[in-house]
Nanobody, 124 residues
C-alpha cells in the first residue's frame, strides 16, 4: 500500500502562485508514476501533470507554461508549482501514484493510489 497526503492548497488572487506538496509513505519503492489531478464542482476529475521515476513528464495543455511538476525522491515528495493562477484553476487537487509506468494520457483510471485532496481557490 501507498499513502499520499497533499498540502499547500489555499486561496489566492488571479495571477498569484501556490505550491502543492504530496508526501508519500508505505511501499513507495514500487511507485514509478505519479501525477496531479483536479476536480472542480460539477465536473469530472481531470489530469494536470504526471511524472515518472526517470523524470519524464507531461502536462495538460491548460496548464503548460504555468505549472511545474517535480519530485524529491529522497523526501518521497511530489510537488506542483502553480504560477499565473486563473479562476478556472479553482478545484480540489489530488495527488496520485501507481506501480505501472506512466502512459502519458493523464488518465484517472491509470492510478491506483490517491490522496484526500487539497483545495485551491483562485479569485478574480
Amino acid at each position: 500500500q501507498v499513502q499520499l497526503v497533499e498540502s499547500g492548497g489555499g486561496s489566492v488572487q488571479a495571477g498569484g502562485s501556490l505550491r502543492l506538496s504530496c508526501a508519500a509513505s508505505g511501499y513507495t519503492y514500487s511507485v514509478v508514476c505519479m501525477g496531479w489531478f483536479r476536480q472542480a464542482p460539477g465536473k469530472e476529475r481531470e489530469g494536470v501533470a504526471e511524472i515518472d521515476s526517470l523524470g519524464r513528464l507531461k502536462y495538460a495543455d491548460s496548464v503548460k507554461g504555468r505549472f511545474t511538476i517535480s519530485q524529491d525522491n529522497a523526501k518521497k515528495t511530489l510537488y506542483l508549482q502553480m504560477n499565473s493562477l486563473k479562476p478556472e484553476d479553482t478545484a480540489m487537487y489530488y495527488c496520485a501514484a501507481d506501480t505501472k509506468w506512466c502512459n502519458w494520457v493523464l488518465a484517472v483510471g491509470r492510478f491506483g493510489y490517491w490522496g484526500q485532496g487539497t483545495q485551491v481557490t483562485v479569485s478574480s
